[in-house]
């Protein structure tokens, strides 16, 4: 097999996935783009927002370096870390899918029985992921030039998501040689993912105001590729050359990733697994699905804790530059949907909306574990003990209720204690816990609808509970924003969970949800109950 | 509990099970006596898996009578099954468990088993229960589920191709093993295509061939009336023939 071959098989089996991903992130970037052009038409809002935002840490940590006035740089400022972030991620499941689950799979022992080189399919993952990049920085150009911006900082930008991916390409493929698992290869290059935000965040609130307009970033933002991307500032001081330190890296950590994987034994890895113990005296069910997401839990909880955490630290500061200024508490609004009032609390809940939905994803993945127990065999010799398809079904969709339970918990208790640090009475930590826990019911559903489709569209089952996931997040969180109708928006159960502490608490928009979401998941087990296994 | 004594083990007549337009078992029937170690052949997709999920109440008949012990397992797996142990032919396992624990599992799973057998199976069949079910073999994971069977205590033991990835050496254990269950009062349904081991295994045999009953047969009566007497000639004859 050529390594021509390995590609195109590669590419094939791509084509659903990577699609998704680079229309999912081209679409956000022009949806946010229509949205500013609507809402900041005009010159002098927009740098009265600049100049707010300038201001302001809190602002500078989450979305990045205010760079002028214009559309094109509002713009940019809005979507970049944000979108970088996404396609850091996009290459890093693409690396790994295509290297250490290949490996995991015994994919990779077939292929390489075949005269190819040792590290052919590394290589043509790479180049897979390569091509993914080219393709977005294509996209997000013509995204650019579609709503009227800068030709040359609109290429620019597309360059910039082009060189952070390609840079967490090559460190996904060293996770993949550094990992046992694709878990933990995902895992890993997924925690340097966040860390590089945080990093950038960092650096670009300590960052110093140039003018009303401008901020410069400081000396810490350059140690995260995402902050060197944000350098080419594509939009005022145009540079190009900033790139080359993200694409250097990604060859570097590729060429190294290259060069491990030829040297090294199919299935090695530096962190071996260790001997286990030889028998489980407690074994069962239960305990099966909880060891199952332990690791998963703890990876999702530890993310939403450091959003938590930022979230309490920085919104007193938010609060300040707010002040009595009406225009920057009405931006702050529409990150929250359906509420009017322009305090600190509008922007905890916004944060915190963002940790009730990683909530969820951890719930959502640990139901999507189902399909692959099905897929992989081990349901079938599960159910072929006295252990009911329904006590299988039941038992998982507890595991990840309590799962995104824990998640949210934990994220509550992390914001809580980030306002205490911050100077707030101890007594905040309950309302934060009370912000994080009105958006279970709402997140349920979505374990729930997972649960259906893997019951009712197994083949489909997974990609079908994300994209459900992704639909609901926008929809119900970035719906104003994106300026979506409200019929549209109140599709999602995130649009109606309850504005705390700004809204009271009442039963029915946590009632209703729960039961929608028993419904659902019942029907589901009905169906699972009718169908074959493995279907 | 169990149906009277005489009744078959396993019956099933006229079953017919399709997917989608293609039909993977066309009026099959079968049946198990027990006591017996029943030799279940025929040639790669034949549908012999079908019919052991089938009979497991993983996947149900499209047409057809089926009853194990007595029952319906469509209707009731988990009253069939719990009378029964179950190796797969390709056996996956939790990559994170370790061997030991994934046979702990099941054995708790099908009702707890017997402490001194598991560990008595884990030395017969040489098998490290440390490692994580990852790092093993084809065959060592076949001998995890088998391990995990054998040490239950079933009536009924479903096996399909139990030893495609057992040495010789363990292809002897194991044949000793299943003499011992069935000696103890067990029925053994045994797909395999091993000749050597359903000679010196089976008692009878049933062979299918797309989806449909070829023979059944008690092993002797079939060397007997074949003018090639080599179990390879007949079984080759019947996988073959129209």
Redesign the interface.
């Known amino acids: 097999m050529t390594a021509a071959a390995l590609l195109a098989f590669r590419l094939r089996r791509e084509r659903v996935v990577l699609p998704v991903w680079l229309v999912g992130a081209t679409g956000l970037l022009a949806a946010s783009g229509v949205a500013i052009v609507r809402e900041f038409g005009d010159e002098a809002q927009r740098s009265a927002l600049i100049a707010l935002a300038s201001g302001n840490p809190a602002f500078l940590f989450l979305r990045g370096l205010p760079d002028g006035a214009g559309v094109g740089a509002v713009v940019f400022f809005q979507t970049f870390s944000f979108l970088a972030v996404l396609t850091a991620l996009m290459n890093t499941f693409l690396v790994v899918r295509h290297t250490r689950a290949d490996e995991?799979r015994g994919q990779d022992e077939l292929l390489l029985a075949a005269p190819v080189r040792r590290a052919a399919p590394l290589v043509t993952a790479l180049a897979v992921a390569l091509l993914a990049d080219v393709l977005l920085a294509g996209l997000a150009t013509t995204a650019g030039l579609v709503l009227g911006l800068d030709p040359a900082g609109s290429v620019l930008t597309g360059l910039a998501l082009g060189a952070v991916g390609l840079c967490f390409a090559g460190g996904a493929a060293v996770c993949a040689q550094v990992m046992?698992?694709p878990r933990g290869a995902n895992g890993l290059a997924a925690a340097t993912v966040g860390v590089a935000y945080l990093v950038r965040g960092a650096g670009d609130a300590l960052g110093t105001a140039r003018d009303l307009t401008h901020v410069d970033p400081s000396w810490v933002s350059l140690l995260s590729p995402i902050g060197w991307a944000q350098a080419s500032r594509p939009f005022s001081d145009a540079n190009a050359l900033p790139l080359l330190v993200p694409l250097l890296a990604g060859v570097v950590a590729g060429a190294v990733a290259i060069l491990v994987r030829s040297r090294r034994d199919l299935g090695a890895s530096l962190f071996a697994?260790r001997?286990?113990?030889?028998?489980?005296?407690h074994?069962?069910?239960a305990l099966?699905a909880i060891?199952?997401q332990i690791g998963t839990t703890i990876g999702w909880a530890t993310g939403t804790a450091i959003l938590g955490f930022l979230a309490g630290l920085i919104t007193p500061l938010v609060v300040e530059a707010v002040g009595a200024n009406d225009e920057l508490a009405g931006l702050i609004a529409r990150l929250a949907p359906g509420v009017s009032a322009g305090t600190g609390d509008v922007f905890t809940m916004a944060l915190l909306g963002i940790a009730g939905t990683l909530a969820t994803a951890a719930g959502v993945q640990a139901v999507t574990r189902l399909r692959t127990d099905e897929a992989?065999?081990?349901a079938?010799?599960?159910?072929?003990?006295?252990?009911?398809?329904t006590a299988w079904y039941l038992r998982q969709l507890a595991v990840a209720v309590s799962s995104t339970a824990v998640v949210a918990v934990v994220a509550g208790l992390a914001a809580g204690t980030g306002f205490v640090a911050s100077g707030s009475a101890p007594d905040r930590i309950g309302v934060t816990l009370e912000m994080v826990l009105v958006q279970l019911p709402a997140g349920i559903v979505f374990i729930a609808l997972a649960a259906l489709a893997v019951a009712a569209l197994p083949r489909l089952s997974i990609g079908l509970a994300w994209v459900l996931l992704v639909a609901g997040l926008v929809l119900g969180q970035l719906g104003d924003l994106l300026g979506l109708p409200d019929a549209v928006q109140s599709v999602s159960p995130f649009r109606h969970v309850p504005a705390v502490p700004i809204e009271p608490v009442t039963a029915g928009p946590l009632v209703v949800p729960a039961v929608v979401a028993i419904a659902i998941a019942g029907f589901g087990a009905l169906i699972l109950r009718?169908?074959?296994?493995?279907a | 509990m169990l149906s009277t004594e005489h009744a078959p083990v396993i019956r099933v007549e006229g079953l017919t099970k399709r997917f989608g337009r293609s039909t993977a078992l066309d009026g099959f029937h079968l049946e198990v006596e027990p006591g017996e170690i029943h030799g279940f052949l025929g040639p790669n997709g034949a549908g012999k898996s079908t019919t052991i999920r089938i009979l497991l109440g993983l996947v149900r008949p499209t047409a057809g009578v089926v009853e194990v012990l007595g029952r319906d397992p469509w209707h009731d797996p988990s009253a069939t099954n719990r009378h029964v142990a179950y190796v797969p032919g390709d056996v996956a396992l939790w990559p994170g468990l370790t061997g030991g624990e994934a046979i702990d599992l099941l054995l708790r799973l099908r009702g707890g088993g017997d402490r001194a057998e598991r560990d008595r199976l884990i030395a017969a069949f040489e098998l490290d229960p440390r490692t994580r079910s990852r790092a093993y073999s084809k065959g060592n994971r076949q001998k995890v589920a088998l391990i995990a069977a054998l040490a239950a205590r079933a009536p009924l033991y479903i096996l399909d191709e139990p030893t495609s990835g057992l040495d010789p050496l363990m292809e002897s254990v194991f044949r000793d093993e299943i003499r011992r269950v069935r000696d103890a009062g067990s029925t053994v349904l045994l797909s395999s295509h091993l000749l050597g081991e359903v000679e010196q295994l089976c008692d009878r045999v049933t062979i299918i061939r797309a989806g449909r009953h070829v023979e059944t047969a008690r092993l002797e009566d079939l060397v007997r009336g074949a003018e090639s007497p080599t179990l390879e000639s007949i079984f080759l004859r019947h996988y073959e023939t129209r």
């Not at chain 1, 001997?275 to 005296?281: F, S, T």
């Not at chain 1, 009718?530 to 493995?534: C, E, L, S, T, Y």
């Open positions: 995991e046992p698992t697994q001997a286990g113990r030889p028998g489980w005296r074994a069962g069910p099966l060891r199952g992989e065999g081990r079938e010799l599960l159910l072929a003990t006295p252990m009911s398809s009718r169908r074959d296994i493995p």
